[in-house]
Nanobody, 123 residues
Framework: VWLVESGGDLVQAGGSLRLSCEASGDNSDSYAMGWLRQPPGKEYEFVAAIDGSGLRTRYADSVETRFTISRDNAKSTVYLQMNNLKPEDTAVYFC?????????????????WGQGTQVTVSS
């Protein structure tokens, strides 16, 4: 699976962004999709995940009330709507595939990753 993220930008605190991730290649609607991020100087961390049907989602506690993950299987695209952004959301954001269809918060369980898109939130 080949994943390409887009939508990262510099935004002020309180602002919004929508990230997109388009999948191609050996893709399947049964795969779960996740958004993961790496803040500067820190380890990768889980942000959100969605199952193949789009009915099951999972969020990190730090983003649950502010971010929304969704997918459009007809377009092979997954989205992350981010509202009320905070400086601590600054990171490189990656989308990734979980081929077993598990909506997991374990970073190591994700299989194919995109190249990432930078989100910077200024205070």
């Amino acid at each position: 699976v080949w994943l390409v993220e887009s939508g990262g930008d510099l935004v002020q605190a309180g602002g919004s962004l929508r990230l997109s991730c388009e999948a191609s290649g050996d893709n399947s609607d049964s795969y779960a999709m996740g958004w993961l991020r790496q803040p500067p100087g820190k380890e990768y961390e889980f942000v959100a995940a969605i199952d193949g049907s789009g009915l099951r989602t999972r969020y990190a506690d730090s983003v649950e009330t502010r971010f929304t993950i969704s997918r459009d299987n007809a377009k092979s695209t997954v989205y992350l709507q981010m509202n009320n952004l905070k400086p601590e959301d600054t990171a490189v954001y990656f989308c990734a595939v979980e081929v077993r269809g598990d909506v997991t918060d374990q970073v190591w369980e994700y299989d194919s990753w995109g190249q990432g898109t930078q989100v910077t939130v200024s205070s």
